[in-house]
């Protein structure tokens, strides 16, 4: 049974930082795609990085510089280092896996940025 299972959420001060995790099971990890998306309050999800199996990244522009995505074959785990936190950042974060056959998500967490 495949399972993404995201953690590190919680609630910052702008200008902080947070590092997500995305622990894969079900053998999906390898040779899959991997990446973190956000969904805020009334708008729709988007992707923020992923990561393939070969290590290339891709950021939105809105997360460049500030975001970086990376993946632990040994664990089975993908990471999103969020530095310089800004309110507009405030979403439920959640971990996605594409292996060309289906896409997987994890349950969310949530992300809040505020003083």
């Known amino acids: 049974q495949v399972q993404l299972v995201e953690s590190g959420g919680g609630l910052v001060q702008p200008g902080g930082s947070l590092r997500l995790s995305c622990a894969a099971s079900g053998n999906i990890f390898s040779g899959s795609v991997m990446g973190w998306y956000r969904q805020a309050p009334g708008k729709q999800r988007e992707l923020v990085a992923r990561?393939?199996?070969?290590?290339?990244?891709s950021n939105a522009d809105s997360v460049k510089g500030r975001f970086t995505i990376s993946r632990d074959s040994a664990k089975n785990t993908v990471y999103l280092q969020m530095n310089s936190l800004k309110p507009e950042d405030t979403a439920v974060y959640y971990c996605?896996?594409?292996?060309?056959?289906?896409?997987?998500w994890g349950q969310g967490t949530q992300v809040t940025v505020s003083s």
């Open positions: 996605n896996a594409d292996n060309r056959v289906r896409i997987y």
């Open positions: 990561i393939t199996s070969g290590g290339s990244t």
